[in-house]
């Protein structure tokens, strides 16, 4: 009955930027943390920036003064403004949410979009 769904991947040349979204829909509750991860090819799942209900962010060493993480509550979405992308930035980029339900109000549950694709090249 939840499902979160992304937008906004692409091919951007290095030094560009990219805008990503998901967007959560269903019988919600409410939305706790909503986290960004990627995966590279050959590489393990990372975290890339996360946020609380409340606002609070947090990133990836990695990303830091470059990918700003934000949600908008009203639209149950969250979003990854990338800038300066880099060659090394080229991955499927994940949401993830731990979403209460109407049907389950006191126990939240994991969900995961599908990916988008993010290329940085030239």
């Known amino acids: 009955q939840v499902q979160l769904v992304e937008s906004g991947g692409g091919l951007v040349q290095p030094g560009g930027s990219l805008r990503l979204s998901c967007a959560a829909s269903?019988?919600?509750?409410?939305?706790?943390?909503m986290n960004w991860y990627r995966q590279a090819p050959g590489k393990e799942r990372e975290l890339v920036a996360g946020?609380?209900?409340?606002?609070?962010?947090n990133y990836a060493d990695s990303v830091k003064g470059r990918f700003t993480i934000s949600r908008d509550n009203a639209k149950n979405t969250v979003y990854l403004q990338m800038n300066n992308l880099k060659p090394e930035d080229t991955a499927v980029y994940s949401c993830?949410?731990?979403?209460?339900?109407?049907?389950?109000?006191?126990?939240?549950?994991?969900?995961w979009g599908n990916g988008t694709l993010v290329t940085v090249s030239s």
């Open positions: 993830y949410a731990s979403i209460k339900s109407y049907g389950l109000w006191w126990s939240p549950m994991d969900y």
């Open positions: 269903g019988s919600i509750f409410s939305i706790d943390v």
């Open positions: 946020i609380t209900s409340g606002g609070r962010a």
